[in-house]
């Protein structure tokens, strides 16, 4: 694997201040807001000077329990291309349930969800990760994510099961040392025996970001500095290996470009500390790695990382006795994460063994970000509907699952105000009306819920 050396996350609302911050190796795009054949000029500015990009994938839901969607798997194949990327990367996560696999309506997260650390949903999980594999042209690395619940009777702590994903199918990894002390504090889990348990030879780079602690819930925010304790398990995890990149993550609450500067410093220092550690020790205990300096100072040296080889297990044959274990896993898999989303999203029961505590801290977790997505991705609407913007969404929210993507999300709520009369008759409703009729199409699907939205709007527009 290649050196990576320092990166920032790419975002819109800082590239300018990406492009001018020194010593920035390269960055990472988030793949669904990329469009192959409309880059944005910052990033093809970044790569005419050999910064590297890589695409970081948010939807592809490799741990749910259907296959990887072809479609998706296209798109981040294109990405990576488009952007002569070294590799692609994307979650241990599921993102969406239910559908034909279990007969039960589809519901969409609008966020990362974890996996349930069993023998069942690793099966699944490196069936789906070999399927990504054979459909990308470069390398996949998959990402540790954040949870503020556990699933009951897990059966692997988080180092065993990277552990045996990693094994089983030569898959990258990329380690989140935020998302390890995410888990640290939600979910009493040492990040230190997590870093022991690992693959260090299979780690492709390493995320750091900041969060918030409320109630005793660490919430893995993106918005917020990069805290000490952070720092420290990336010292910790860089005294045991030197990892190809580290990358600093900002998604909300942007700072000025110096604050981000100096977050980068912090990092730089702390893999420093943890550098000066491991060449201290014997070399029958680490072995030697070769140092490498950026014109910002010193970076994250490289290891010789050995090229993964996937294991050569093939898709079960139709009809096999193989191809039906392997359905049965897969329905097991998918009943109980339909039936977790569901009381996550549609306020359904909780599912025995699970905290409701923590369970209604998810759930108000993902309403809350559903309400800032849509806010961004239809920036009318709170404009429109002013400070009552967000509770009209939470209120929304609890009801009415997301069932195709945010911009469906933003005219699912919008109708659903004009359809069930929530909004008074004034300057709001008719600009709320407007908007949508202009965003749903001239003929929304007939017998359709936008269909009969709109027939309520055209009606109330005659008037």
Known sequence: MARLGTGIGWRPEI??????????????AVAENVCPGHLPESLLRLRERGVTVVPHGVSLGLGGADRPDEARLTALAERAQALGSPLVTEHIAFVRAGGPLTATPRLEAGHLLPVPRTRDALDVLCANVRLAQAALPVPLAVENIAALLAWP??????????????????????????????????????????LAELPLE????????????????????????????????????????APPGVLLERDENFPEPGELERELVSIR???????????????????????????????????????????????????????????AVRQRLGLAQAALLSALVAGTPVPEGFDRVRLGVQARALAAKRADVVAKVAPELPLILGGGYRAAFLAYAQGNPMRGGYRQDALDFAGRLLLHGDLAEGRARRELRRWWLDRSGPAPRPGSRLGRVGQVGRSLIRR
């Open 15 to 28: 590239a300018d201040a990406v492009e001018r911050m020194p010593g920035i190796d390269w960055v990472e």
């Open 269 to 327: 220092e702390a893999v420093e500390r943890g550098a000066r550690t491991r060449t201290a020790l014997p070399a029958t205990v680490m072995p030697a790695a070769a140092g490498t300096v950026t014109a910002s100072g010193p970076a994250p040296e490289a290891t010789a990382v050995p090229e993964p080889v996937p294991d050569s297990v093939p898709d079960p044959a139709p009809g096999s006795v193989a191809d039906a274990r392997d359905a």
């Open 153 to 194: 009777g897990e059966e692997l702590t988080e180092g065993q099961f990277l552990y045996e994903l990693a094994d089983r199918t030569g898959v990258r990894l990329l380690i989140d040392v935020a998302n390890l002390h995410t888990n640290h504090v939600n979910r009493g889990e040492d990040p230190s025996k997590a």
């Open 202 to 241: 299979a780690i492709a780079y390493v995320h750091v970001a900041g969060g918030f602690e409320r109630d005793g819930v660490w919430h893995d925010s993106h918005a917020h500095p990069v805290p000490r304790p952070v720092l420290d398990i990336l010292t910790d995890l860089t005294s045991r290996v």
